[in-house]
């Protein structure tokens, strides 16, 4: 664990993962590192090389092996942004260090710096606690016709057990009062409405904190008007990504928003901003982000003393007005580089801010959330039918069927439905459904089927000449369908 054995000795110096990263990265991280050492921080950074010359040496995930053992063997990991090289084949760097690490959950606090950083809502203060591993973030995409793409979005209860108990874990440990979910579990019945069960079945075992669900479109409409509602949130990764963006610049500016990725074993501290090439080079981009996730870092660390020291300069710096271009406004003194912003940090440090109230350092790694795994008992599966999906040109429902029910008359198994998109067009039908090149046919047997019926059914179909894209068995868990029924159904 994380916070055991090394993490313990108060005096000990402790390695940590430094990436310095593209973009306006090297010059944040070169600001924030110096303000790290003037503070006095004992930790012993030890550079990774990741990103976007990785990438163009040939290494399709961003990150080579010397450095992916640094980060194994450091357990910590302060990350500047990275540039994502656009076009096929380069992965996701921040996508693959989640998943190869565990880093189940996302953590990002939003807190208004009224009436320094300009802001409509200046009492704003919530965190986004954003699943972090799974959704369509699998990059599990295939384009199946001519027509039609699909990307998987994958939800499971033992990830969403883990991300919601980390959630209200994390509301305990840092006195919050609220923990709110969002899903969007009218549409997406199965897999949000997995999120949304396993949200209410866990918030039972935190009785003192208060819970609340709400559906994404309007919870997102009430936290950009108003997020002084809000305490903490926790979603599912999309929502979260787009979301956490959102609250930082209802702050005031992305670029002082810091998140940390934490999971069982190891941790990452990084901006929630990008690699902003549209500033690099410039010297005038805000550290804060970056510092902000690196005070994350020391209370993580166990250097909660030095946290607080630079948590108080920099304060102290944004309240007497000495800020960056992104939040340089009418309440601003002096217009500072990036270089000098940090400067003024370390000439403050030992100061404390006159006027706004320093933040509890929050505890984001939490040795309690992932332990509590409840144990539910597996459901009883049985195989019930298979949806077998076939790129067929656009034709009529009624032919499709016919052909099928032709081509499968040998089979145990009997044709129930045709859907396209989604939407049912046989047996029953809208003469106004636009049908495209990708069918989803069912097929129901009267009791429990195995695979060799389903085998000898596609062969069947195959034979009749049908080129069938992908088939999804169909189960059912202690007697409920796991599968959605067509509109219309
Ligand atoms: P971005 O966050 O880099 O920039 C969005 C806007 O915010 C830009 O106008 C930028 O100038 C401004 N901005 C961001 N950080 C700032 C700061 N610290 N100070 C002042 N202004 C700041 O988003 P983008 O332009 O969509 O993405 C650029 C690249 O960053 C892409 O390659 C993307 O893949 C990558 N990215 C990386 C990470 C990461 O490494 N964690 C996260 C998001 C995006």
Avoid at 277 to 303: W, Y
Wanted: hydrophobic share 40%; aromatic share 6%; net charge negative.
């Amino acid at each position: 664990m994380l916070t055991a054995d090394r993490l313990s000795a108060p005096t000990a110096t402790i390695p940590v993962a430094v990436a310095h990263g593209d973009g306006i990265g090297p010059e944040i991280m070169g600001a924030v590192l110096r303000i790290l050492e003037a503070a006095g921080a004992r930790i012993d950074p030890r550079p990774i090389e990741i990103g976007e010359r990785v990438y163009r040496s040939g290494i399709s995930s961003g990150i080579d092996d010397e450095a992916l053992a640094t980060l194994a063997a450091t357990r910590v990991l302060l990350k500047a942004p990275i540039t994502t090289p656009q076009g096929g084949g380069f992965k996701s760097l921040n996508v693959t260090i989640r998943k190869m690490f565990g880093l189940y959950a996302n953590v990002r606090p939003s807190r208004a710096l009224a009436p320094f950083v300009p802001t409509l809502h200046p009492a704003m203060d919530l965190v986004i606690v954003r699943e972090n591993e799974e959704d369509v973030y699998g990059g599990i995409e295939h384009q199946q016709t001519a027509d039609v793409t699909q990307c998987l979005k994958l939800i499971t209860r033992s990830g969403t057990e883990r991300i919601v108990r980390y959630a209200f874990e994390y509301a305990r440990a840092n006195g919050r009062k609220r923990v709110t979910c969002f899903s969007k579990d009218n549409i997406m019945k199965i897999t949000d409405g997995l999120f949304h069960r396993v949200f209410e079945e866990i918030s039972a075992e935190y009785p003192e904190i208060a819970h609340e669900h709400m559906i994404v479109d309007i919870g997102a409409a009430k936290l950009a008007v108003n997020p002084e509602r809000f305490d903490v949130i926790v979603l599912p990764n999309l929502y979260g990504d787009i979301l956490s963006d959102i609250a930082a610049e209802l702050c005031g500016s992305v670029g002082m928003a810091g998140s940390a990725n934490v999971g069982d074993d190891i941790a990452m501290f990084e901006a929630i901003h990008g690699s902003a090439p549209d500033i690099a080079g410039l010297g005038i981009a805000n550290p804060s982000g970056l510092l902000n996730a690196a005070v994350m870092m020391l209370a993580h660390i166990g250097q909660s003393e030095i946290a607080q020291r630079v948590q108080n300069a920099w304060l102290r710096t944004v309240e007497e007005g000495l800020h960056t271009r992104d939040i340089y406004g009418a309440q601003s003194v002096r217009c500072l580089s990036t270089a000098e912003f940090a400067d003024a940090v370390i000439a403050r440090l030992g100061t404390s801010p006159q006027r706004l109230t320093p933040p509890a350092l929050g505890k984001a790694v939490l040795t309690t959330a992932a332990k509590n795994q409840s144990q539910t008992p597996a459901p009883r599966k049985e195989h019930v039918g298979v949806d077998v999906f076939l790129d067929w040109t656009p034709g009529r429902a009624n032919d499709l069927a016919a052909k099928l029910i032709a081509a499968s008359a040998q089979s145990k198994l009997a044709l129930t439905m045709i859907t396209n998109r989604g939407t049912q067009v046989w047996p029953r039908a809208s003469e106004m459904t636009r049908c495209v090149d990708h069918w989803r046919c069912r097929f129901m047997g009267e009791g429990p089927i195995d695979g060799l019926l389903i085998a000898a059914l596609l062969e069947s179909i195959a034979r009749a000449g049908f080129d069938t894209i992908k088939t999804e068995g169909l189960y059912t868990f202690d007697g409920k369908p796991g599968y959605s029924l067509g509109q219309g159904q």
